[in-house]
């Protein structure tokens, strides 16, 4: 799973996705988009129009699922209840993958029960440009034992390791740039797929602070 803000979905995000896809050789890439996440300011756009971005920028793309799963359930959306989750739909012996930009894996320490999710699924920290920064002492602590340096170690136990992975494609797009660039009156285009910049400008979406 790749969860997020997607406050826009953009090229970043979806091509990531297809690339963890391949270098894992996953089934599927869940998408899933937080209903309310606990550690950031709340989202410019609601829930469900994220949702409709995040399936327009999918389109018909093999292997990527847009996941509604977190806008069903209240309160904050806690990312150890959504792997809870698919480690049922999938059973215990899958191989179910936590995947999180490197920035958001800085804050790890800081999640709800971070531990449960190194029970539930493997973490793969995606290298993402101008996010590098040493790791605190809480989170090395909470990562000790469990690294790994290729995918193949991956296989070998459904949940519990931790990969850094440099995918081959790195974008340094953000989705705080493109709200900046749509309340300034600026263009979008390119940084993330036409269907999803049409609903954005039929929708007058973040084109105001
Ligand atoms: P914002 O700028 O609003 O913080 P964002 O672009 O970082 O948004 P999120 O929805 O917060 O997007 O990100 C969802 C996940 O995708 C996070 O784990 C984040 O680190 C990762 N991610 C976001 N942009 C990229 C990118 N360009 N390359 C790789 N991973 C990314």
Redesign the pocket.
């Known amino acids: 799973m ?6 826009p979905v ?1 090229l ?2 979806l091509r ?1 996705a297809v690339e963890l896809r391949e270098v894992l050789g996953l089934d599927r890439v869940h998408m899933v988009p937080a209903s309310i996440p606990p550690l ?1 300011d709340a989202p410019q756009v609601a829930p469900q129009e994220r949702l409709t971005l995040l399936e327009l920028g999918i389109g018909d793309t093999p292997g990527l699922v847009a996941d509604g799963r977190e806008l069903e359930r209240d309160g904050p959306s806690f990312t150890a209840d959504t792997l809870a989750g698919l480690r049922e739909e999938y059973g215990s012996q899958a191989r179910l993958v936590m ?6 894996f800085l804050r790890l320490a800081d999640w709800h029960t971070p531990q449960r999710l190194f029970s539930l699924a493997h973490l793969v920290v ?1 290298d ?1 440009p101008d996010h590098d920064c040493p790791l605190s002492p809480a989170l090395s602590e909470l990562i000790a034992g469990r690294e790994v340096d290729s995918p193949e170690a991956l296989m070998q136990r459904p949940a519990g390791r931790l990969l850094r992975l440099a995918l081959p494609t ?8 493109i ?1 900046e660039r749509l309340a300034a009156g600026r263009s979008i285009r390119y940084l993330l797929p036409e269907a999803v910049e049409r609903r954005i400008m039929a929708k007058s979406l973040y084109q105001q602070i």
């Open positions: 790749l969860g997020g803000t997607f406050d953009h970043g995000h990531s950031r995947a999180l930009g490197h920035d958001a995606i993402r790195r974008l340094a797009l953000s989705a705080t740039a709200r």
